[in-house]
Every structure is written in C-alpha cells, then in structure tokens.
C-alpha cells in the first residue's frame, strides 16, 4: 500500500514539474549512458542528480519564515555543473588553484590560515570568507532579492565591493593573486572538455559555453550552500523554542553564553543568525586601520574601518578570525570584545559606553559560555553533505 502511495506520489511530482519551468524539468532528466560513461571518466557524479534546492527541518516553514523568504529551488543541473566548476583547478592560470583551495567545505568553505596562497603563491590582501555560514546564501546578503527588512544585509566581501556571487567569481578568477586566467581564455579551455559539453547541454539546453553561464552556474552552486543544521537551529527553529529562553537541548554553560551573547553581540550579529542586523560596522580592533575596508571605495571618512559584519555560523570552523585573520583562535576574538576594543573614531555605538570603547570585562567563565554558545552554531550536515564535495577522481 505504502509503495504504490509512493510510486503514486512520484508520478504527481513528474507531471507537476514538467508543467513547471524548464530549470525544475531539468532535474528529473538521467544522462544517457554514453553521457555518463563520458562524464565518469574525470567525474564522480551521481547518475540521478543530487537535489539542490535548500532542506529544511520539517517544521522550519511552519515555525519560522514563510517558504518564499528563504531561498528559491534551485536548477540541479545547473548546480552540478558550477559544483565542477567550483572545484576545477583548469579556472587558474597554471592550474593548481580552484576556488575550494581557498573555500574549503571541512571548514565550512573558508581556510585555515589567516591570508590565502593565490596561483603563484602571493598572498590573498583579506582573510577568505566561508560560504556556508547562512541560512539562505543568497537570501541572507542584500542583492539576494528578497522582500524583506533590508537594513542589516550586506553585500559580498569584507568591504561590500561585490553586489553579488558573479561578480565575486569573476573578480577571483580574474584576480592577479587569486586565480590570474582572463574570461576568454576559461572559455575556450572549457571547450576542450568533453565533460563540459555535456554538463552546459544538461544545464542550458545546448552546448553553448558562455561566460555568463560559467559564472551563473558557480553563482547556482554557492546559492545552493546553505546552513540550517546547527544545534542552534535544532533548538531554535525545528524545536520551536523562543532564542531569549533558555533551550532544554542546551547544556547551562551554552545557555549562559547565549544570554551574554544576547546581551553583548546580537546588535550586530544578530539574534538568529539569519541575517545581520546591521551590515558593515567598525568593531575597534585598532586606533587606525592600514586596510581601510569599505572606506578603500568611498570618500567618506566615517567610513575608514569600516567592515561587513560577518555571518557567525560555522565560526568554529573558520578561523582565523577578522578581515586580516590577526586572531588565531575564537579566544583571542573573545578577549578583544572583553577588554580589548579600542576607541577608533568610527567605533559603532553597539561598542561604545558614552564616548568611549565599551569593556565588557567578562569573567574567565563568562568568556568560556559564550565560547560554547559559539559552538552550538557548527553545522556538521554541511560539512559532509556529498552534495558539496570534490566531483573530480
Ligand atoms: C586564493 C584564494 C581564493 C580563491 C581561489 C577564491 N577565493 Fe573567494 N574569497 C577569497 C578571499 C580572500 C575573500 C574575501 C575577499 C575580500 O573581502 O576582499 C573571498 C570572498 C569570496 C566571497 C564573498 C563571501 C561573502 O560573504 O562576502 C565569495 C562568494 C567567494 N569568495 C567565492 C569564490 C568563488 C566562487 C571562487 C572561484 C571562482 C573563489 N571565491 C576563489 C579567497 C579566494
Ligand atoms: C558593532 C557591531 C558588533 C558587535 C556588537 C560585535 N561585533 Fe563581532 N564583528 C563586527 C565586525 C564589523 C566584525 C569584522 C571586523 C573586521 O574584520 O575588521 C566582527 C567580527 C567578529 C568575528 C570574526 C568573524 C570572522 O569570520 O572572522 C567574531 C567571531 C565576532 N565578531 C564575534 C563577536 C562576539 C562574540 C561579540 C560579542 C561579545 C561581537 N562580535 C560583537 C561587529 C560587531
């Protein structure tokens, strides 16, 4: 009974999506078996398609955020094939650079050092930013589209120089540090592949390869990258619990720390750890800055120091910490806000008592709390889920 419901039940789905656009039809179409016999020869690629569109623990829409706020489905084919993309070494000049060597997925696609080896082993000027540290990567940042509050979302990078995940590709491929290959040459190397053709055909429907479809279909990729599985996520939203009570899956040490982070970093940070609450901010890490964040871009003063307030789940994962990685271990990070932050002229409020750099002063147990707070926000799903791993052999 149960298996003709479910056989049933498939039917319905195929017959819906093939009424719905072409991007879902796509998703229920197998390689032939000479296509996979050709893709398997480089690829380790499923020959039914992983799925793409974000998972959400069952009662996230009923609890929290209507379907519609998070993240749209998202094109399987096209997702595979900027999954190839992401972890292809053929995107730098002498191929040895992909964009995983710096957007690792055991760290949460981020690295471990505090600045990154570019093709010819220059240094990267920031530290890298981890992707999956959002609940909807495309939704959580401001070009995502989105009808909701603007106010905290940012843009990508520590300065907000990119408005959105294509212009962040080209930027890193295009990079003299980064990656060194200009548009035209990409192109034409990935005509050579064979694999390629096959992975555009599925994704666009000809073998066309374009430079907007390499760099739309990397931007569906990391769009795909999402994080919902922290314990945080477990005891907030599919718990259904309220995050200013305590959670009954916490232990107390990680409840304490929420209540030191509600009260000291949420502000910024946010409470949810669905979007910022505010965008960019300077957080007093120095009297003056040599790297001046968002104020390199402008000529306003107030904005020297400035950076993007970072997303903080997977920050167990991530370091080291700041644009410039100056702190090795979230200890170092706490120590700072505790009684390290210095009066720079843009100092945010949310940091300041009156005219100067607020000390929080916590106590050595107060510092390990919110330290095990921070924890509760690893996602371990993410970092092991196949979907996001290296497809080359
Ligand atoms: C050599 C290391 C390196 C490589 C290769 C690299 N990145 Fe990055 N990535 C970084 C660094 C460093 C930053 C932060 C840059 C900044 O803020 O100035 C970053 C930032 C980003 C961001 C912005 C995230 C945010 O929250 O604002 C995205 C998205 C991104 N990279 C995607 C990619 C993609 C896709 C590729 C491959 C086409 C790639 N990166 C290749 C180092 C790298
Ligand atoms: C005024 C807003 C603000 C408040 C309040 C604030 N932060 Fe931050 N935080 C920032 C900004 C901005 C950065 C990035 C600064 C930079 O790199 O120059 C940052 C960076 C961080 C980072 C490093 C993230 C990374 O990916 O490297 C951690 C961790 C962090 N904050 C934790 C906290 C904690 C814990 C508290 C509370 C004790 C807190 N923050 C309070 C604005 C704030």
């Not at 049933?8 to 819906?16: E, S, T």
């Not at 555009?200 to 990729?221: M, S």
């Not at 300077?282 to 950076?307: A, Q, R, W």
Request: hydrophobic share 35%.
């Amino acid at each position: 009974m149960k298996i003709t419901l479910k056989v049933f039940c498939f039917f319905m789905v195929v017959l819906l999506t093939q009424s719905c656009t072409d991007d879902n039809k796509s998703t229920y179409i197998d390689y032939t078996d000479e296509e996979y016999a050709q893709l398997t020869q480089r690829l380790d690629l499923p020959s039914e398609l992983y799925d793409y569109s974000p998972e959400f623990d069952e009662d996230f829409f009923n609890n929290h955020l209507e379907e519609g706020n998070i993240q749209s489905r998202r094109s399987s084919h096209k997702a595979t094939l900027g999954r190839v993309l992401f972890y292809d070494k053929a995107l730098s000049i002498n191929d040895l650079v992909s964009c995983a060597s710096c957007h690792q997925q055991n760290l949460a696609f981020a690295d471990d050092v505090a600045l990154s080896e570019g093709f010819d082993g220059e240094l990267t000027t920031r530290n890298s930013l981890p992707l999956g540290n959002t609940i909807g990567f495309e939704t959580s940042y401001r070009s995502g589209g989105g009808d909701f509050g603007i106010g905290g979302q940012a843009l990508f990078s520590w300065d907000e120089s990119n408005s959105d995940i294509s212009s962040q590709s080209k930027a890193a491929i295009t990079s003299e540090i980064e990656m060194g290959l200009n548009m035209t040459e990409l192109v034409n190397r990935l005509k050579n592949q064979d694999d390629y053709k096959i992975l555009f055909k599925k994704a666009y429907g000809d073998q066309n390869i374009l430079e907007h479809r390499v760099l739309e279909a990397i931007e569906e990729f990391v769009n795909s990258i999402v994080s919902n599985h922290s314990r945080f996520d477990l005891e907030s939203v599919a718990a259904n619990q309220d995050v200013f009570s305590d959670f009954n899956g916490f232990t107390t040490a990680e409840n304490n720390g929420k209540t030191i982070y509600m009260n000291n970093c949420s502000s910024c940070h946010s409470i949810d750890h669905q979007f910022t609450a505010i965008a960019t901010a300077n957080n007093g890490l120095d009297f003056t800055y040599e790297d001046k964040g968002v104020g390199e871009h402008s000529s306003d003063p107030s904005k020297n120091g400035v950076f993007k307030v970072p997303f903080l789940r997977n920050i167990e994962l991530t370091g080291p910490y700041m644009h410039d990685g100056r702190f090795a271990t979230l200890d170092e990070v706490i120590n700072h806000y505790s009684e390290g932050i210095k009066t720079h002229v843009n100092l945010h409020n949310n940091l300041k008592n009156g005219f100067y750099a607020k000390q929080m002063n916590f106590t050595n147990a107060e510092k390990s709390d919110l330290k095990a707070y921070l924890i509760t926000l690893t996602d371990k799903r993410l970092i092991a889920d196949a979907k996001f791993s290296d497809p080359f052999k």
